[in-house]
């Protein structure tokens, strides 16, 4: 009994999670990392597929529906569907405009204000002042103990004992902006802000 109990809760699920990223290097790279370390979960690591596109904000979400459809007519109907940006240098109106699209038609997101490496640095500590890519890099080097190369392979795993420590950076983070502003939340206000975190909540959701 206790071993069928066992298989049963060893089950794979049968999620299809699709993510697409803006950049078609940085985090198609980390996420692809994280997939693979997925291999032996109660996923199959092949329902997972990250796409790069070299797109960003509203080009981003429109490129996600259409690669939906178009996976969709292949015979791969995907379950869940996330985008993942940086707000960088783009129009205020079009990163929120882009987030709340996304929304309406059912795809999560996972933005980032200013750059993906706000994420990378949470791992080390918490951060609430606004920094440019450039200053990003340059405290990434100084954590990291060698050169933040920008398209590395290997960030993922670098961090990887790490993460417990970013989400809840992340998310203190996003409590911060929500109890500052009177108005609570403003993707392209917050600035530091990140909802990578809700990303690695759910795959990490389909480890053993």
Not at 14 to 33: Q, R
Not at 35 to 54: M, Y
Not at 146 to 175: C, G, H, P, V
Not at 194 to 201: D, R
Request: with cysteine; aromatic share 10%; charged share 30%.
């Amino acid at each position: 009994m206790n071993n069928l109990k066992r298989k049963q809760n060893y089950r794979k699920v049968s999620k299809t999670i699709l993510i697409v990223c803006e950049g078609e290097k940085t985090e198609k790279n980390y996420f692809e990392s994280f997939r693979k370390d997925l291999h032996n979960s109660l996923i199959n690591i092949q329902d997972v597929k990250i796409i790069g596109t070299g797109y960003n904000t509203c080009s981003l979400v429109q490129k996600a529906k259409d690669l939906r459809i178009e996976l969709k007519k292949e015979g791969k109907d995907f379950e869940i569907t996330w985008v993942v940006f940086d707000k960088d240098s783009f129009a205020s109106e079009n990163f929120n405009k882009a987030i709340d699209s996304a929304k309406k038609c059912n795809i999560r997101v996972a933005y980032s204000n200013e750059a993906f490496e706000l994420w990378y640095l949470l791992h080390y500590a918490y951060i609430d002042a606004g920094l440019s890519r450039d200053q990003y890099k340059e405290k990434l080097t100084t954590r990291l103990g060698f050169k933040y190369e920008k398209n590395s392979k290997s960030m993922y795993s670098t961090l990887l004992d790490r993460q417990t420590t970013a989400i809840i950076n992340a998310k203190k983070l996003i409590e911060h902006h929500k109890t500052s502003n009177p108005n609570g939340l403003n993707p392209e206000r917050d600035n530091p802000s990140t909802t990578v975190h809700e990303l690695v909540e759910e795959l990490n959701k389909y480890r053993k």
